[in-house]
């Protein structure tokens, strides 16, 4: 739209725009945002292609503010700016600007050979959930960025009614610890025969302690998803067992978590060793695991925690007992 057609408030900024002198640009760019009148969409499109990058992040955060899906190609143009600042704020944008009509140009422009821009629409697609992007992730499992494995791998696992996907449980060996955390979370909403055993071995073999935590809750997903056979229930709560001796106090956290979704009375001595653990949210958790266990054979340990100096401790502690103590009343009555 020429200037002679604009709002002549908004017209007078939109000349300024134009200018050779940063300064004025600057001015302009910031009253148009002030302004907020939708006649300055087309001239904030074109100011994108600015050579300052602070004008480029103010225009694609006015872009944001209206919300225009008709801004949504120039600001995907952004995302592999050389500047980071600039490919920041045009993709926090495009994440709430964003939906399934954009899949299509999102997959095109996966096949740009810019790891930036790949980078960008791998986090992008995880706003649109559609499965139709798989083939499209896949060959991001088998590159040499590490950075872009972990993004497909994370990307996967927000895909609506993807519940098999054998190439990404090769990356649960991957050289890179970044991408190993990110696929221990992703097997977590996968249903694969082959994934319970590798979380097991993840979470017992890992050398990364982030990667051994992320298998815990994992395998506390797939717990209370009712997704574990009877096979996968026996090889858990081993696995669980021997990760509540892990030397991180946050592995041992999320294994006394899974525990409570797979109740089972091997853990009881395990769990009881944790309730006197020196990080009070195993403690906490231990509780928790015990009452689920309803065994009163932990009524003594427990009992010896209504002193813990947490509060969340002894909450959880009373709850258990309560529990247990009521399971064996039905029982009795029964």
């Not at 952004?78 to 600042?85: A, D, I, R, V, Y």
């Not at 003594?300 to 947490?310: E, F, H, I, S, V």
């Amino acid at each position: 739209m020429p200037a002679t057609d604009l709002n002549p408030e908004v017209a007078q900024w939109v000349t300024l725009l134009q200018s050779p002198q940063l300064d004025d640009r600057l001015v302009a760019i910031k009253a148009l945002q002030h302004l907020g009148d939708e006649d300055a969409i087309a001239p904030l499109i074109q100011a994108l292609e600015d050579e300052n990058p602070t004008v480029q992040e103010i225009a694609i955060a006015t872009l944001w503010e209206f919300a225009n899906p008709v801004a949504i190609p120039s600001l995907m143009s952004c995302l592999g700016s050389p500047h980071e600042n600039v490919r920041q704020e045009a993709l926090s944008a495009l994440k709430e600007l964003v939906s399934t009509d954009d899949l299509m140009k999102l997959l095109d422009l996966l096949q740009v050979g810019n790891a930036q821009v790949q980078l960008n629409v791998l986090v992008l697609l995880r706003n649109i959930h559609d499965a139709q992007a798989l083939p499209f992730i896949l060959p991001f499992f088998e590159v040499e960025d590490p950075a872009l494995r972990e993004a497909a791998v994370t990307t996967l696992r927000y895909l609506n009614q993807v519940v098999r996907c054998e190439p990404a449980l090769a990356l649960a060996h991957d050289p890179s610890e970044t991408v190993r955390r990110a696929t221990a979370l992703t097997l977590g909403h996968l249903s694969d025969a082959q994934t319970v055993p590798l979380l097991c071995e993840l979470l017992t073999q890992d050398s990364d302690w982030q990667v051994r935590r992320n298998a815990a809750q994992s395998l506390e997903v797939l717990a209370d998803g009712g997704a574990m056979a009877l096979w996968g229930r026996s090889l858990t709560i081993a696995a669980l067992i021997e990760a509540l001796g892990d030397s991180e106090w946050q592995v041992r956290k999320f294994a006394a978590r899974a525990l409570q979704k797979v109740a089972d009375s091997r853990a009881l001595p395990a769990l009881i060793n944790a309730l006197t653990d020196e990080y009070s949210d195993v403690r906490r958790d231990a509780a928790a695991a015990l009452g689920q266990l309803q065994d009163p054979a932990a009524l003594a340990a427990l009992q010896q925690t209504l002193n813990d100096p947490d509060v969340d401790v002894r909450i959880f502690s009373q709850r258990a007992i309560a529990r247990i103590n009521q399971a064996v009343a039905e029982t009795a009555h029964g």
